[in-house]
């Protein structure tokens, strides 16, 4: 296993354009987190998983933006008719959630995917 | 709602000087709080927690709930602590479960 991959690393993209991204977590957790970051910010809560549920979206969230898990391993992240306001980088984290276990903000990031919006 | 504030965004220190990075946070329950942090080149990964009541590579932070804060301190930098460095915060009853970050501050510990 070698941690929570990101692909693709970098995406450039024109305006109004769809773009997705993958993220395969370390195969043992089954909580996944999307999350956020802009230059200068801290990372911004998007979405979060456990197992192929989506328990928790940001309300900040637009309804371009639409996430997946659908059997419970890799998730995607998909934008629609993106808008240079999208530009960021997109970060993954998975972690474990179990009853009687206090580790399920012990996050393991990804190394992220750079959307760039022109 | 839950909110982390981080009011520096650059702390400069010298190599052997003490350190307390600042952060404070918002949130009407009982929180959970963390130190991720960011070293050039690589991932964001967990410094430390508070319940685990630990020193990691000579950093601690206790959770002082009066004054609502969670200050990182280590006695004597190192060059190797120059990262940059995000409180969070987890609700651990009706709030947002997920960590909510603060903006981050970045740690420079000059030769």
């Known amino acids: 296993d070698t941690g929570v991959s990101q692909n693709p690393r970098h995406k450039i993209t024109k305006r109004g354009q769809n773009v997705t991204f993958r993220c395969d977590p370390i195969s043992e957790h089954n909580r996944l987190y999307w999350y956020r970051q802009t230059l200068g910010q801290g990372p911004e809560f998007l979405t979060y998983?456990?197992?192929?549920?989506?328990?928790?979206k940001s309300r900040l969230l637009s309804d371009r933006f639409s996430a997946e898990r659908p059997k419970g391993s890799f998730s995607t992240l998909e934008i629609q008719r993106t808008e240079q306001g999208d530009s960021a980088m997109y970060l993954c984290?998975?972690?474990?959630?179990?009853?009687?276990?206090?580790?399920?903000?012990?996050?393991?990031f990804g190394a992220g995917s750079r959307l760039t919006v022109l | 709602a839950q909110r982390v504030t981080q009011p520096e965004k650059l702390l400069s220190v010298f190599k052997g000087a003490p350190v307390e990075l600042k952060c404070n946070y918002s949130y009407s329950g009982s929180p959970e709080l963390f130190w991720y942090v960011q070293y050039s080149r690589q991932r964001l990964q967990l410094l430390l927690r508070?319940?685990s009541r630990e020193s990691i590579k000579g950093f601690t932070a206790d959770l002082n709930k009066g004054e609502t804060s969670f200050h990182l301190k280590k006695p004597f930098a190192q060059e190797e602590d120059s990262a940059m460095y995000y409180c969070a915060l987890s609700g651990m009853d009706t709030g947002r479960r997920a960590l909510t970050f603060g903006s981050g501050t970045r740690l420079q510990v000059q030769p």
């Open positions: 984290a998975s972690s474990l959630e179990y009853a009687g276990y206090s580790g399920a903000n012990v996050l393991t």
């Open positions: 998983f456990q197992n192929e549920a989506q328990l928790e």
């Open positions: 508070h319940i």
